[in-house]
Antibody
Framework: EVQLVESGGGLVQSGGSLTLSCAVS????????MNWVRQAPGKGLEWVSA????????SYADSVKGRFTVSRDNSKNTLYLQMNNLTAEDTAIYYC???????????????WGQGTLVTVSS | DIQMTQSPSSLSASVGDKVTITCRAS??????LAWIQQRPGTAPKSLIF???SLQSGVPSKFSGRGSGTEFTLTINNLQPEDSAIYYC?????????FGGGTKVEI
């Protein structure tokens, strides 16, 4: 069974930093590209970042570029999102999302985690 | 960025009904279109990819059509568990973008 379990969310002050983790199981993590998608309270879905299967290529939404860094440790089956200089607009549930391919280009999503809530206080 | 526009934004239907949701892309995306379901208080779930292909385990009551800029999601024989927000999403180009969602109430 595919499982994606996010952790690391919490309350942080504006300007602060936080690192999210996504521990996966049930599939060969090192084979697939991964994404982060967020959802502000009561709002829709917003794509945040993507990373290829081997971690060599990453992409970001303009809203987080230069502040967020996605990475992965295939030996630990874990995806990360380092978030710096957080603002109230970053308050959201952050979902870890798997793709069915090694590259995120032209790749859909197939499995979602349950999410972790990040709250940025001003 | 490619803009995704869904209609209607919400609808109400009865058990057993058939409903159709429309999604329009601001430019042609071939069939790089997915549909995602989010039940109240839960994480999103991928339903359809490549405009019309069902994800593993998704019942055949869900169907998708379309190509280019106009797409539809049809849900047959509505049941209470189909109450959810449905999002379309393009994966033709970065940034990946979502429609605003359609809330289906039963």
């Amino acid at each position: 069974e595919v499982q994606l379990v996010e952790s690391g969310g919490g309350l942080v002050q504006s300007g602060g930093s936080l690192t999210l983790s996504c521990a996966v199981s049930g599939f060969s993590f090192s084979t697939y590209a991964m994404n982060w998608v967020r959802q502000a309270p009561g709002k829709g879905l917003e794509w945040v970042s993507a990373i290829t299967y081997n971690g060599e290529k990453m992409s970001y939404a303009d809203s987080v570029k230069g502040r967020f860094t996605v990475s992965r440790d295939n030996s630990k089956n874990t995806l990360y999102l380092q978030m710096n200089n957080l603002t109230a607009e970053d308050t959201a549930i952050y979902y870890c999302v798997k793709t069915p391919f090694g590259n995120y280009h032209l790749s859909t999503f197939d499995y979602w985690g349950q999410g972790t809530l990040v709250t940025v206080s001003s | 960025d490619i803009q995704m526009t869904q209609s209607p934004s919400s609808l109400s239907a009865s058990v057993g009904d058939k409903v159709t949701i429309t999604c329009r892309a601001s430019l042609g995306i071939s069939n790089y279109l997915a549909w995602i379901q989010q039940r109240p208080g839960t994480a999103p779930k991928s339903l359809i990819f490549a405009a019309s292909s069902l994800q593993s385990g998704v019942p055949s009551k869900f169907s998708g059509r379309g190509s280019g800029t106009e797409f539809t999601l049809t849900i047959n024989n509505l049941q209470p568990e189909d109450s959810a927000i449905y999002y379309c999403q393009q994966y033709y180009s970065l940034p990946l973008t979502f429609g605003g969602g359609t809330k289906v109430e039963i």
